[in-house]
Nanobody, 124 residues
């Protein structure tokens, strides 16, 4: 099983990026998918999550600017990031939860598979 995240890059403040995370080796349509990020010197933090029924959850810091979505036919989860700020600079990781039909948003430690990360840098 592999999660491959891509779409990061360098962008000016106020700009947009779209991250993608393609899963291979098994389907995750019945589980949560999530995005996390880790800035230099900081712990990895939750950014956004999407349930198997497409309920979405966001960290307060990104609410209204980021949108998570999923395409189960492509086994892919996306993160559309708009109005980017320098404080959004981090390595972004996607994650997949294999627990089927989990009723609540999983904690970070409950995700079973992680992508390798993609760097997002926002210049001021």
């Amino acid at each position: 099983v592999q999660l491959q995240a891509f779409g990061g890059g360098l962008v000016q403040a106020g700009g947009s990026l779209r991250l993608s995370c393609a899963a291979s080796g098994r389907a995750f349509s019945s589980g949560y998918m999530g995005w996390f990020r880790q800035a230099p010197g900081k712990e990895r933090e939750f950014v956004a999550g999407i349930s198997w029924s497409t309920n979405t959850y966001y960290a307060d810091s990104v609410k209204g600017r980021f949108t998570i979505s999923r395409d189960d036919a492509k086994n892919t989860v996306y993160l559309q990031m708009n109005s980017l700020k320098p404080e959004d600079t981090a390595i972004y990781y996607c994650a997949a939860d294999t627990y089927r039909w989990r009723p609540v948003l999983p904690a970070q430690g409950e995700y079973d598979y992680w992508g390798q990360g993609t760097q997002v840098t926002v210049s001021s």
